[in-house]
T-cell receptor
Framework: AQSVTQLDSQVPVFEEAPVELRCNYSSSVSVYLFWYVQYPNQGLQLLLKYLSGSTLVKGINGFEAEFNKSQTSFHLRKPSVHISDTAEYFCAVSDQGGNQFYFGTGTSLTVIP | EAQVTQNPRYLITVTGKKLTVTCSQNMNHEYMSWYRQDPGLGLRQIYYSMNVEVTDKGDVPEGYKVSRKEKRNFPLILESPSPNQTSLYFC????????????????FGPGTRLTVL
């Protein structure tokens, strides 16, 4: 089974400042990687995903993530955050052998005005 | 409107009383899945289904059952609920991706908050 580690449970950041949310996964074999966002009292929605190819992936709302195979990481970044980015962010992994998904414990991003 | 619906949204029940949480999607998706979300544990996959009559265990299937008799519906059944199944449950669906691999976005329902006393 895979495991996904999100190193920061809470990240406060000032509006218009950059942010990085960290994600590491356990497997050294090929995986698919995803970042989802959950706004209060809602389900999750996809921000971006890495399947193959370029290691820098761009997603919605100005987010991007970089896949680093040697460090088994998939950190999420945004150069300038807005109040509306306040939400819970989940990193997820699925292995290429099947269709099980493993989520991290989540990072709560709070953007401070 | 394309969506995943879950019912009920909130449920309080007692230990041992069988219950079913329904999930329905109107996007003709082949893949459907159930997750539970607990504080400090994130989302954990309970069961998933690749298509009608095809279901597989996720990471935490104990105490749950599912069925997939129709493409649009994927109910979650708790035959004898216990307090440790108190959680927020999400159903999700996806159009799949390449062959049997699910690489496309999963669309999540609004969640069902279950309390087992």
């Amino acid at each position: 089974a895979q495991s996904v580690t999100q190193l920061d449970s809470q990240v406060p950041v000032f509006e218009e400042a950059p942010v990085e949310l960290r994600c590491n996964y356990s497997s050294s074999v090929s995986v698919y990687l995803f970042w989802y966002v959950q706004y209060p009292n809602q389900g999750l929605q996809l921000l971006l995903k890495y399947l193959s190819g370029s290691t820098l992936v761009k997603g919605i709302n100005g987010f991007e993530a970089e896949f680093n195979k040697s460090q088994t990481s998939f950190h999420l970044r945004k150069p300038s955050v807005h109040i509306s980015d306040t939400a819970e962010y989940f990193c997820a992994v699925s292995d290429q052998g099947g269709n099980q998904f493993y989520f991290g414990t989540g990072t709560s991003l709070t953007v401070i005005p | 409107e394309a969506q995943v619906t879950q019912n009920p949204r909130y449920l309080i029940t007692v230990t041992g009383k069988k219950l079913t949480v329904t999930c329905s999607q109107n996007m003709n998706h082949e893949y459907m899945s159930w997750y539970r979300q607990d504080p400090g544990l994130g989302l954990r996959q309970i069961y998933y289904s690749m298509n009608v009559e095809v279901t597989d265990k996720g990471d935490v299937p104990e105490g749950y059952k599912v069925s997939r008799k129709e493409k649009r519906n994927f109910p979650l059944i708790l035959e004898s609920p216990s307090p440790n199944q108190t959680s927020l449950y999400f159903c999700a669906s996806s159009s799949g991706g390449s062959g049997r691999l699910v690489t496309n976005e999963q669309f999540f329902g609004p969640g069902t908050r279950l309390t087992v006393l």
